[in-house]
Each structure stands twice: as C-alpha cells, then as structure tokens.
C-alpha cells in the first residue's frame, strides 16, 4: 500500500468519527431469472453486464442470480463501527413472493473473479428478505429494507483477515419471470425481475482487532426427507472446534420456512429450539406479527393477501413471514465457549412437511461481536395457569427486562376484531381476566413491550377450556400420576378415569392428544411440557413435566 492510499485511509478514518459516511454499493443494477438456464452460446442481455459496476461480476446460474463486487479499501476505511444496510427492490417482470439477500464473501486477497462453489471463498449472509407480489405498473413499485450489521464491521477491519482476503458484496435477487410475461403487461419476452440498489450507511470509528469469525452455513436446506442429521426428523446438527477460549459469542442465524402447497411450513408457525453441546440456549417461534402493513407493496394478485384485510390473529395463526418483509438477523448468545470441540444443533420437532414438500434454507455464522439492533425479546411459556368461572389467569416467563406487556384475548378460531379484547399487564408477567363469555373457548398472545417504541413480536397461543360457571383448579393432580417425572422416553399415566390426555409444550402449542395412558417423549426436545389430562367424571387436571 502507498503512502498516498495510507495518508487517505487515516484521513477518511479521522473524518469518519464525526458525521456520517454513505457507500452505494449498488445503484439500480437489473436481476434476471433464477430460472432462466443458459445453454451452449446463450448469453443474458448486455444490460446484465453494462448496468453493472465496473469490476463486478455476475454469478448467474439455474436457481440463481447474484452480482458481486470487491469493496475498495477507501470504502473499508470508509465504514466505522456502526453500520446500517439500505436496501430498494424495485419491480420488473417478477410477480411472486421469492427469496432475496445479502452476502458478505471473503475472497482469496488479489482476486479479479471468483466462481459460486469455489473451495477457499467463505461467505456469510448478512440480510435476507422476502420479495412482495409486484405489479411493475401499479403503485409502490419499490420497496425499502434495513439492517442495522455493527458486527460486520469487526469481520473487514480484522487485520489478519484483511492480509488473506479482500471483501466482496453479493446481491442476490431470486425470481422468476414466465408467469408476469403473460400475467404483466409489458413484460412479454422479458427476463428481467428486479432492479436494486444497496448502500451503507455508516458512522463511528472502527477499530482494527483480531475478533472471532467463523462461518458454519449458507442457505444449507433443513427438512425431515431428505435433507437432515437425524433421519426422519428437523434436525441440523453441527460440529466445530475452537482451538482457544471464545469470550461472548454469538451465534447469528437466518431461518425462513418453505413449503407454499396445502398444509405446507409457509402457513404453520413451529418452534424451533437451538441447542449448544446439548443444551437448550434458544427458542423461537417465526411470524408472531401482523403482514398489514406491507400489503401496500403486494399490488399483484396472491393468495396470500388476498383481496380484503386480515385481523392480527387471523395471521399470527398461521404465517412465519411477510412478502415485502425482511426476514430476522437473529442472534443467539453462546456465552464464554471453551476450546475444544463443540455443537450446535438446531431442531424443529413439529415440522412436517406435508407431501415431501418444503424446506428450511439455514445460514449460520459466529463471532463475539453483536449486531446492534435494538431487540426486545418475546416472552415464552404463555400458559393457562387457572381457570374459574369467566375468570382465567394467564403467565409467561419475560426474556429481557421488560416488565409491561400487552396481553390479547380472542374466541378461538373465530377471526373477528369483534371477539378480540387488548390488555395492558405490568410488574409480573401474569394477568387475569374475568369476563369471559359463558360458553367460549378462548386463545391468548402476549409480547413484551420494552419501550415506548419497542415491542416484541406476538407469543402464543394459550387456550382456555370452554367457559363454563362450574370452577376447575388447573393445578389440582390428586386423581391423576405422572411417572417418572423428570422423562426421558415414555411417560406413565396412571388414573382409573382417564378420557383424554393432551400435551403442550410452554407456549401453549398443543403437540399430541389421545387417550393412550402414555406417551413417548424420545422425539421431543429437552424443556418443560404440559399435560393437561380430562378425566370421566368431568374434572381436568394440569401438570408440569420435563423432558431431560
């Protein structure tokens, strides 16, 4: 490096501590169809070249259409510790709901190209979004995403990797033109999708330091068919070693769940459970909001939106994500790890995959360095803890420090705002509510609420029994035994009344029922379960069990 480049870098460092720095990595750059395959002499239109950057390169393949291209070192010197992702789709000739992304690539140092699967590139998905139906002539025909990546920071001011690789951009914009060329006007022979522009906005000082950095996995398909450790199950399982001590890592994922036929993991919300040397370190449950606010962006006909609007629970039951949404950079804190060897296994123990179909793309990566985004974590264990007469009283277990949540009350598969009821609980994370209509099952959400301006996404549901004047106390286990308790594989009950056993996990998701006087535990995860057992002459009894 000369003099002159180094004088610029410390200039541009200096400055960079007092305002803000914008780098526009990509400026209206068009995509073209994932699954448009180039034969023998076939070529993309010359705009997939010439609207590019000069130096970027295009990695077009069946499935796939991504443009690359190398930061400058003025730009590295350019971005401080706090950084900010912009992203604008804007519509051609794609009217589906596809995967779309951002990847962070590090490049063996001096490379003028590089090919997808080439063994000594490692990449890292920083961003991944979810493209809205587009009609290309009706209005918005952009739509904006944001990420707020500090973390990154520390992967390209690292001076041990910034004398093995320099860093590449990849924008990524999967999509698919045959239907808009008969359904959009304007779009006939077309095999453009998408034009984009992403930028980052950055401000701070970045400070040079060997952080911890190591990618595990890039959009690595999980399902129960064909693609998982454990066979016949959700279940990614993997193994690194770490040949020092690791203080605070965190491990960032990005999951989303595929599968758009009848009954397909697109339209059910599961648990996922994430696990480190076999302990339970995370739970998340995708979804948990409203799509509403980004229909102004699906200006195409679809099934999911639909052609009226949807109440909040209506799709907190049975959406993970939002067409025109981003889908969540998640961080899971490991803690100190040790060095030695160690796993990390991510399990959805609902999932189904009805027909063979569906899919769950995983990208994983780990440092000790934290994004910055402001995250108020969503409660768990939502549970029915008593119930009287048309009073029943609801508790969850907080996750951050929040300490006012909202609580949502609604007659239970009936989506009208009609039936549903907002309310406020502070100091514990329990509430009761006592006018409950005779004669109604009820479901219950709850989030957190952190701040003024932050909340947390919906947890649940819970459900009530139907609402009766009789009173039941659901702690009351005097006619019912469970054994052994804690469980590791098959669960005993022993009552000579038995009608009906049903077990839940703490969110109050129902996972089994029968009336089978046990009940094999082997394929749940570790964590603490309800069952709630109806005996024959009309008493029910709740109990806590754990899965070891």
């Not at 780990?366 to 264990?381: D, E, F, H, K, M």
């Not at 089978?516 to 570790?526: C, D, G, L, Q, T």
Request: glycine share 6%; proline share 4%.
């Amino acid at each position: 490096m000369n003099k002159n480049l180094l004088f610029t870098l410390f200039v541009i460092t200096f400055c960079n501590s007092f305002k803000a720095q914008n780098i526009i990595v990509f400026n209206d750059v068009p995509f073209y169809s994932m699954y448009h395959y180039l034969g023998e002499g076939e070529t993309l239109p010359s705009e997939a070249y010439t609207q590019i950057p000069e130096g970027a390169i295009r990695l077009h393949a069946y499935e796939r259409d991504i443009i690359s291209r190398k930061l400058t070192d003025i730009e590295i010197a350019t971005l401080g510790n706090s950084i900010t992702m912009n992203i604008t789709l804007t519509a051609a000739c794609d009217n589906y709901d596809r995967l779309a992304g951002v990847n962070l690539v590090l490049v063996p140092k001096g490379s003028t190209t590089y090919t997808w699967d080439q063994q000594d590139v490692k990449r890292v998905e920083i961003g991944r979004f979810i493209t809205p139906f587009m009609n290309k002539n009706k209005s918005p025909t952009s739509v904006p995403y944001t990420y707020q990546i500090d973390n990154i920071s520390d992967i390209i001011h690292n001076p041990t990797l910034q004398s093995q690789f320099d860093f590449w951009i990849e924008f990524r914009a999967d999509g698919y033109s045959a239907a808009a060329n008969t359904q959009v006007a304007g779009c006939a022979d077309r095999t453009d999708v998408f034009r984009g522009t992403l930028e980052f906005t950055s401000s701070g000082t970045a400070i040079p330091n060997n952080s911890y950095f190591l990618p595990i996995s890039y959009r690595d398909n999980l399902n129960n068919y064909n693609a998982t450790d454990v066979e016949g199950e959700t279940t990614r399982i993997v193994h690194f070693t770490l040949e020092e001590p690791v203080e605070n890592a965190v491990l960032f994922l990005i999951s989303s769940n595929h599968g758009s036929n009848s009954g397909g993991e697109e339209y059910n919300r599961r648990d996922h459970y994430i696990y480190l040397d076999n302990e339970l370190v995370h739970q998340y449950k995708p979804g948990g909001k409203s799509c509403e606010p980004y229909r102004q962006y699906n200006t195409q006909s679809n099934g999911i939106y639909g052609s009226n609007s949807r109440t909040l629970r209506n799709w907190l039951a049975n959406s993970n994500w939002c067409p025109g949404d981003k889908v969540p950079n998640r961080e899971v804190k490991l803690g100190n790890l040790t060095a030695g060897e160690h796993t990390i296994k991510i399990d959805v123990p609902t999932a189904k995959f009805t027909g063979q179909q569906g899919y769950i793309p995983l990208s994983m990566y780990i440092q000790n360095s934290t994004s910055g985004q402001i995250v108020c974590a969503t409660p768990t264990a939502l549970q029915v803890l008593s119930q009287e007469s048309q009073s029943v009283k609801v508790g969850w277990t907080e996750r951050g420090n929040a300490n006012n949540w909202e609580v949502l009350w609604g007659r239970k598969n009936v989506y009208s705002t009609t039936y549903d009821t907002y309310q406020e609980a502070s100091e514990i994370p329990e509430t009761t509510k006592s006018d409950l209509v005779v004669g109604r099952l009820y479901e219950i959400y709850v989030k957190s609420k952190c701040t003024d301006n932050t909340e947390s996404v919906w947890s649940g549901p819970a459900y009530t029994e139907k609402i009766t004047l009789d009173t039941y106390d659901s702690s009351k286990t005097t006619k019912v035994s469970l054994y052994p308790n804690p469980v590791n594989n098959i669960l005993h009950i022993q009552t000579s009344l038995l009608k009906k056993v049903t077990l839940f996990n703490m969110e109050g998701k129902k996972l089994s029922e029968s009336t089978a006087s046990e009940i094999n535990f082997s394929r749940y995860p570790k964590g603490v379960y309800i069952i709630t057992t109806e005996l024959s002459d009309g008493s029910i009894s709740t109990q806590k069990i754990i899965k070891n």
